[in-house]
């Protein structure tokens, strides 16, 4: 992973099967056209020198909007549902998590 | 159908119950608007096009905002549910849209070629695939339809206005449908504690459901911990002291006193965490990643404490036999 400034190099890092969240970010392949700052709803990421930047990891609740809209496919996340009601309605009907949704 | 539908910004009485019907979870299908394009004021070929789903909500929510504004609204089908689930399921999504575009002819409508879509229905639209496939242009509006008027003025937002927010009037809007869900299991609960205990125990209910739906969206932000699930138990095993204190005589023992209060923490702490943990569905501030870890530490640690609840609960009498209390 290039490093380009420390706090990228750190937050970086952090996004490696931390168990936090599933977020993962490639500085490498941004081309810093700044969609996933206009999207996300919790500033997990801010421009710095024409880069995206992870500035807000934790706050990270995967709704999945940043992946979707990255046109360089520098962002992956699992996203889904952070509904407790509809996960284990899933693990209770045999359900797999992944098609956990909100009724 | 592509005719183009009117609308205007005006929320009728009539708009203003079904909301009211709507926000209870009342017949909760049926609050849609038909999907397909729609007319606010007299737009012309170079009026802005809004998108939105087809709840009822969401709908009003816009054209209340662009009272005064002429522009064209796409209304797509998202079976009556809102923005921000619809586009987690996927229901306003890129494909709907492409379609929708198409099905209306909206480009024979307007000469620009781009969407102002609200900014929590990116997480099921990808912008580029849609500017692909239909020439369109997709702009991301404010996370508000109210703050609408603001951002139309420089087309841009404020880190403020693309932040979710969860203030008191938000969290006082999901105390309804809450409540709504719980009263079925709460029924089935209340009716065999009834038939058991007597009307003493509805009371306990009556609080906790008290507790989970009312007292914890409104105290949510100055409850101290960080997860849903242990400021739920917080609030619970708080309330039961508080109760305990209130309920204290004086030719109590302390140690009767103390096993009341320690009995009443177990019994309803596990309920509001429980409540607090199911929860996490009404935010927007829940990762999967962090709910799934929730259920895994908390359910046995409320299931151990319900145990030892009802434990405590059927051992008073024999600890007051033995002249233990
Ligand atoms: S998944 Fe959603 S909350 Fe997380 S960084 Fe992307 S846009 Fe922000
Ligand atoms: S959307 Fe992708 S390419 Fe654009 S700034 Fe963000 S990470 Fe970089």
Known sequence: ?103 | MTGVMRTTGVITPKDSLDHFLARFGWRRNEHTVMPGLYALGSPTGESPVFVTANYTLSFDALRKALAGIDAYILVLDTKGINVWCAAGKGTFGSEELVNRIAHTKLTEKVNHRSLILPQLGASGICAHEVKRRSGFDVEYGPVRASDLKAYLKHHSATAEMRTVRFDLKDRFEVIPVEITNLLLPALLIALPLLFLKGAGSITGLLLIILLGTVLFPVLLPWLPTRDFSSKGLLLGGAAAVILSFAKMRGDQSLYLFLYNMVAAIFQMAPWTGFLALNFTGSTTFTSRTGVRREIFTYIPVFAAMFILGLVLALAKGAFRAWGFL
């Open chain 1, 1 to 103: 992973m290039t490093s380009y400034g420390k706090s990228i190099t750190i937050t970086c890092a952090k996004g490696d099967g931390n168990g936090i969240n599933t977020l993962r970010y490639n500085p490498d392949l941004c081309t810093g056209c700044g969609m996933c700052v206009t999207v996300c709803p919790h500033r997990v990421f801010t421009m710095r020198e024409r880069k995206a930047i992870l500035a807000n990891y934790e706050a990270c609740m995967e709704c999945g909007a940043c992946q979707r809209n990255c046109p360089a496919g520098a962002i992956s996340v699992e996203s889904g549902v952070g509904c407790a009601g509809a996960m284990m309605r899933a693990a209770l009907t045999g359900r797999r998590q992944e098609d956990a949704r909100c009724e």
